[in-house]
């Protein structure tokens, strides 16, 4: 083997490792998913990825629009991003959480999880479930719509361990870009079963 190609093949593996550290964000599109229920309907769509192994889940960006059928809200339309497990660690999302009415609304908006101490790390799965719901079930079918849109999640890679006896580490947080603060429409995934007797104003986080 000669000493170019040997220096070529240590490039391309040097290469390949860094990659390995950071994946590419994963973008959603979410054209036509409706929401019926609160989480765990099993009329709700629920989208799964594989992004890898214990990789995190760093931030999130969104251009969507978004229709609620009356009386439904559109501050009810909800995605909850999570591991596998709906129930462990994760985000749950409600886009349109300040608009008290039902009608057609665009939104966009973007998140750096880390400093909102928001990202979580999916499991040894490596699969990233979104669930699409109603944080408030009005009537039987859906009760609004994801008319046209995507989502963008950024993820950075698990490193293993150097050491086998020594616990993994999450990848290096990149340097967080300025995005506008999202924290009212975002809360960590603890959600808790409640009921509502009016439709008056509710906060977004939980």
């Known amino acids: 083997m000669s000493l170019h190609y040997f ?10 490792a860094c990659s390995s550290l950071f994946a590419a964000p994963l973008v959603v599109d979410v054209t036509g998913i409706q929401s019926y229920g609160e989480i765990g309907d099993s009329d709700n769509t629920v989208l799964t990825y594989s992004v890898g192994a214990n990789s995190v889940i760093t931030g999130i960006s969104y251009n969507v629009n978004l229709t609620a059928f009356s009386p ?7 995605l909850l991003f999570s591991g596998s497990d709906e129930f462990g660690d994760g985000v749950y999302f409600t886009p349109g959480f300040d608009d008290q009415s039902p009608g057609t609304g665009s939104y966009s908006d973007s998140a750096d999880l880390v400093a909102l101490g928001l990202s979580f790390a999916v499991g040894a799965d490596g699969i990233l479930r979104l669930e699409f719901a109603e944080d408030y079930d009005d009537f039987a079918g859906a009760d609004g719509q994801w008319n046209f849109g995507t989502i963008t999640f950024e993820i950075d890679g698990y490193v293993p361990p150097v050491d086998p006896g020594t616990p993994g580490t999450p990848g290096e947080v990149p340097e967080p870009a300025s995005a506008l603060l999202m924290a009212a429409g975002l809360g960590m995934l603890g959600y808790g079963r409640r009921r509502r007797a009016t439709k008056a104003a509710k906060p977004a986080i939980r």
């Open 7 to 16: 220096k070529k093949m240590l490039a391309g593996l040097s290469m390949f």
């Open 72 to 78: 439904s809200y559109l501050s009810e339309l909800a």
